[in-house]
């Protein structure tokens, strides 16, 4: 079945770098949305993208899917410890909108 | 607004025992709903999802079993469980027809000793 792969696995930054994650599949997506996970806590959904070479922006958070919907990316500008957490993207399935598929996750680590 | 319960939150079984996790939404009808497992420090691993009342697709041969006996309420069984049952459960919800939003509720820490 479809499958979205995540790279890094983790990463580690300095207070104030920047930080990006990628979400690749090997086949067209539908949609692919994006979430944050604090340690110790619970999947937080923070935005969905549809269209082709979509950007969308929330404060420090930048959103790109890809024009061939094969992937996406997630960048945040000067981390700060509260980004601290796993992000993941996630997609409903073609054949099956229902079925919702979670790549493996980034964890990102900021260190003061 | 929509709320969604799960228990119990944490719970230390032994191997070979039943298993029940419980997990209800308010505040929606007729809602998509969602088992996921997540292994320390891993992803999330789909189980079942659930579009309608006694409607249950199961994505992974295991031990696991899932009812959904009213429309806002949805279990996870196990007869017998195994230590590689151990994980964080997590239920969640999502709009009739999946509008790409996915609400999780705080999860379930099983321990298998």
């Known amino acids: 079945g479809q499958q979205v792969m995540q790279i890094p696995q983790y990463q580690h930054v300095q207070e104030g770098e920047d930080f990006t994650t990628y979400c690749n599949s090997s086949t067209t997506l539908s949609n692919i949305q994006w979430y944050k996970q604090r340690p110790g806590g619970h999947p937080v959904f923070l935005i969905q993208l549809v269209k082709s070479g979509e950007v969308k922006k929330q404060k420090r958070l930048t959103f790109q899917f890809g024009e061939a919907k094969k992937n996406s990316s997630l960048h945040i500008t000067a981390t700060q410890t509260t980004d601290v957490g796993t992000y993941f993207c996630?997609?409903?399935?073609?054949?099956?909108?229902?079925?919702?598929?979670f790549g493996p996750g980034t964890s990102l680590s900021v260190i003061p | 607004s929509q709320t969604i319960h799960q228990w119990p939150a944490t719970l230390v079984q032994p191997v070979g025992s039943p298993l029940s996790l419980e997990c209800t939404v308010e505040g929606t009808s007729n809602p998509n709903l969602y088992w996921y497992r997540q292994a320390a420090g891993r992803g999330l691993q789909l189980l079942f999802y659930?579009?309608?009342?006694?409607?249950i697709s199961s994505e992974v041969p295991q031990n696991l079993s899932a009812s959904r006996p009213q429309d806002r309420q949805f279990i996870l069984s196990s007869k017998k469980l195994l230590l590689s049952d151990s994980g964080f459960y997590l239920c969640?919800?999502?709009?009739?027809?999946?509008?790409?939003?996915?609400?999780f509720g705080e999860g379930s820490r099983l321990t298998v000793l």
């Open positions: 659930s579009v309608g009342i006694g409607q």
């Open positions: 996630a997609s409903g399935q073609k054949t099956s909108y229902d079925k919702v598929i």
């Open positions: 969640a919800w999502s709009n009739e027809g999946y509008t790409g939003e996915l609400f």
